[in-house]
């Protein structure tokens, strides 16, 4: 009989996520996320009209893994140019760096409407959020358990090479040995007439 595998582990929302999102001058800008944030994306690029997809705040859980509730992302169009002008006005009033646009940008906008006049806040959080995604993507690759994982920074109780090791729940997958090579075949008088056999 084949070994099941164990139930996947539910881990508990800790909170909303709150990147650290940096200034050109390195310095970290003060954000605290608020319920009516939202996460947009920019989703597509055509011509001189971009689509982002919409949706709330995400929550962020104890392994560190964005959450984002409802029923996903709601798309909102704009004009390239426009869009464009706004966000390197508000890049730079943030101190962050003023760049073209590009598909995967994400931005935190506090009172999103679908004219950016009334936007009350944009921050441009595309390196955390590409980080966490990344990181999301490790985690399923690399099978670890997360029952031996604690919150998501908390320190280690025991930092001893032995206990840094992870817990896989599926082993890794160990090399087959390869047999020694055999030495070349030796010439046979049947071979003379054929010099490729």
């Given at each position: 009989m084949y070994q099941q595998r164990a139930e996947p582990r539910t881990t508990d929302l800790v909170g909303l996520w709150e990147p650290e999102i940096l200034r050109t001058d390195e310095?970290?800008?003060e954000f605290a996320?608020?319920?009516?944030?939202?996460?947009v994306v920019l989703d597509e690029l055509i011509s001189d009209q971009v689509r982002l997809a919409v949706s709330p705040w995400p929550d962020v859980d104890e392994a560190g893994r964005l959450r984002f509730s409802g029923s996903?992302?709601?798309?909102v169009g704009f004009g390239r140019d426009e869009l464009q002008t706004e966000l390197d006005l508000r890049r730079e009033s943030e101190g962050q760096q003023p760049r073209p646009?590009?598909?995967?940008?994400v931005l935190m906008v506090r009172g999103f409407g679908e004219k950016t006049e009334g936007w009350d806040r944009v921050l441009d959080v595309t390196a955390p959020a590409r980080k966490a995604a990344?990181?999301?993507?490790l985690r399923a690759v690399a099978q670890v358990d997360e029952s031996a994982a604690g919150p998501v920074g908390a320190e280690p109780e025991n930092t001893d090479a032995e206990a840094s090791e992870p817990i896989w729940r599926r082993a890794p997958?160990?090399?087959?040995?390869?047999?020694?090579?055999r030495p070349p075949a030796e010439a046979s008088p049947g071979s003379v007439s054929n010099a490729a056999v």
């Amino acid at each position: 009989m084949y070994q099941q595998r164990a139930e996947p582990r539910t881990t508990d929302l800790v909170g909303l996520w709150e990147p650290e999102i940096l200034r050109t001058d390195e310095k970290v800008i003060e954000f605290a996320p608020e319920p009516e944030d939202m996460y947009v994306v920019l989703d597509e690029l055509i011509s001189d009209q971009v689509r982002l997809a919409v949706s709330p705040w995400p929550d962020v859980d104890e392994a560190g893994r964005l959450r984002f509730s409802g029923s996903g992302s709601e798309p909102v169009g704009f004009g390239r140019d426009e869009l464009q002008t706004e966000l390197d006005l508000r890049r730079e009033s943030e101190g962050q760096q003023p760049r073209p646009l590009r598909i995967g940008d994400v931005l935190m906008v506090r009172g999103f409407g679908e004219k950016t006049e009334g936007w009350d806040r944009v921050l441009d959080v595309t390196a955390p959020a590409r980080k966490a995604a990344s990181r999301a993507g490790l985690r399923a690759v690399a099978q670890v358990d997360e029952s031996a994982a604690g919150p998501v920074g908390a320190e280690p109780e025991n930092t001893d090479a032995e206990a840094s090791e992870p817990i896989w729940r599926r082993a890794p997958v160990q090399p087959t040995p390869t047999p020694a090579a055999r030495p070349p075949a030796e010439a046979s008088p049947g071979s003379v007439s054929n010099a490729a056999v």
